[in-house]
């Protein structure tokens, strides 16, 4: 479907500029298409709204701090921080300090393996249904041949930064949030295993799920997404199509870590891979750069995977899916979501320029968007006419709004109705609006999405 561009005549006919090939997404919209109120209403009244919060960027510069104290500490005990060793306890130490003073309370508990004391360091976030936990946890022991800055350090390091941003966020999620670093996970899980079964039944029913992340930051990295919990999966998922980030699921998990000691119990797991020894294929190199015929990381399990294994995209990249993870799944549950999401932040619209988009993040919200989905929207403009609006769901779906056309009048004070029954309701949905025709210019002032 193409949209021509019209100039704008004063007589308001419109006529045909060069046309202007805009690529509209296939509408996945089943008429429902309805503007109900005229362009005179007053602006929607602001309405109580649930908080609508996003996730905090997760910056690359503190994860990485992290990881140089790793190597530190593995620098200073011997080349490493393998279980039984100095370094793996000089780890646990500094990422219980972080959390300690940051507000987190922590527990470090022991156990024995291969002859040696084991540590696995538990941090909860005060706060949240403590019969709703959602975990995230990632191995921090390495194995005795080199530091593991990418495994594990970089997902240590990335979700001791996500708990230090719900930190410096006051986050008040809905569900209680807990963290964990699991020790002697290079022996066989040992850690998790140990922490889960030394769970009670009554305390294992009370997980809504657990979040794994063990290599994230891979030099020659994939973006993998374990398949083993949908609503998980697709939390993960729709982030990385927010980025235009294509992902595979990740095949050669099961059983290689930390989740499967939860989902062995019946807990629902999710977490993201970056790749280890398997070898990048020419398609996947194709979509995600980096050298195909080549490991995911060539380091894995050797005393190269120092701070220099590390690629900081994937790195970035997958920080930010767990903080956004954490702020998404967290919420719901105990407090009912309101039915109004508005963002009233004024965008500037350019002048038949590119399009702008206004983001919403929803959450706490369980199924699908409804079939009569509200979309009001509120713009200044002096020439409506020249304006196209999209409403994008969470997983990058379009539905038109609105095309451009002759309608000369001022300003868009209206609400459309969308069948969006088939998009998840939780995640970010944003209103893409554009001018394509020149002179008249304008401002998006609000809008809100009504479910
Ligand atoms: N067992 C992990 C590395 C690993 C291998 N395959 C996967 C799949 C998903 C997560 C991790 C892994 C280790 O060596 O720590
Ligand atoms: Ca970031
Ligand atoms: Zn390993
Ligand atoms: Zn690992």
């Known amino acids: 479907m193409t949209l021509s561009a019209f100039t704008r005549s004063r007589s308001g006919t419109p006529r045909p ?7 509209v997404s296939a509408l996945a919209v089943t008429g429902l298409l309805a503007t109900t109120a005229g362009a005179t209403a007053a602006a929607p009244a602001p309405t109580r709204t649930t908080a609508a919060v996003a996730a905090p960027d997760i910056p690359l510069a503190n994860v990485k701090a992290h990881l140089s104290q790793f190597s530190q500490i593995a620098a200073a005990n011997g080349g490493n921080r393998a279980h039984g060793r100095a370094g793996y306890k000089a780890s646990i130490d500094y990422v219980k300090a972080k959390l300690d003073a940051a507000g987190f309370t922590t527990s470090v508990q022991t156990f024995t393996a291969s002859g040696a004391t ?3 360091l538990i941090a909860d976030w005060p706060g949240g249904d403590p019969n709703k936990v959602l975990m995230a946890g990632a191995h921090l022991d390495s194995v005795s041949s080199g530091a593991g800055i990418n495994d594990n350090g970089s997902g240590s390091a990335a979700v001791l930064e996500a708990a230090l941003a719900v930190s410096r966020a006051q986050l008040k999620p809905d569900k209680h949030l807990r963290f964990g670093w699991w020790g002697a996970e290079e022996l066989g899980l040992i850690g998790s295993k140990a922490y889960v079964n030394g769970l009670p039944s009554t305390e294992r029913a009370k997980f809504a799920g657990y979040l794994n992340f063990d290599m994230i930051g891979s030099p020659n990295p994939g973006y993998f997404v374990y398949d083993d919990d949908p609503t ?8 990385y199509t927010g980025l235009g980030v294509p992902t595979e699921i990740e095949t050669e998990g099961d059983g290689r870590s930390d989740h499967a000691s939860f989902k062995n119990v019946g807990i629902p797991v999710g977490g993201l891979f970056t790749g280890a ?3 990048k294929s020419a ?3 194709q979509k995600w750069g980096g050298t195909s015929g080549q490991a995911f990381d060539r380091c894995y399990h050797s005393s190269c995977d120092s701070l220099t294994n590390i690629n900081d995209t994937a790195l970035d990249r997958n920080s930010d899916a767990i903080a956004h993870a954490l702020w998404t799944l967290s919420a719901g549950g105990t407090t009912p979501p309101g039915t109004d999401y508005e963002n009233t932040t004024p965008v500037a619209i350019p002048d038949a ?6 983001s919403i993040a929803v959450a706490g919200r369980t199924g699908n968007a409804p079939a009569t989905l509200k979309v009001s929207v509120n713009i200044k403009h002096t020439y409506r006419g020249d304006l196209v609006l999209d409403l994008l769901a969470p997983d990058g779906t379009a539905y038109r709004l609105k095309n451009s056309g002759s309608d000369s009048a ?3 004070v209206a609400t459309y109705t969308v069948n969006a029954s088939s998009e998840a309701a939780n995640g970010t ?5 554009q001018d394509v025709a020149a002179q008249d210019t304008g401002t998006l002032n609000s809008w809100k999405l009504t479910f």
Do not use: C, H, M, P
């Open 353 to 358: 320029g590119a399009a702008v988009t206004s």
């Open 410 to 412: 001022d300003d868009i």
């Open 429 to 433: 949905w944003k209103l893409r609006v």
């Open 17 to 23: 500029a060069a046309l202007r090939v805009a690529a």
């Open 277 to 279: 020894s398997r070898t």
């Open 232 to 239: 998980i999966e697709k939390t993960f998922k729709d982030f």
């Open 283 to 285: 398609a996947q190199a």
């Open 118 to 120: 084991g540590y696995n």
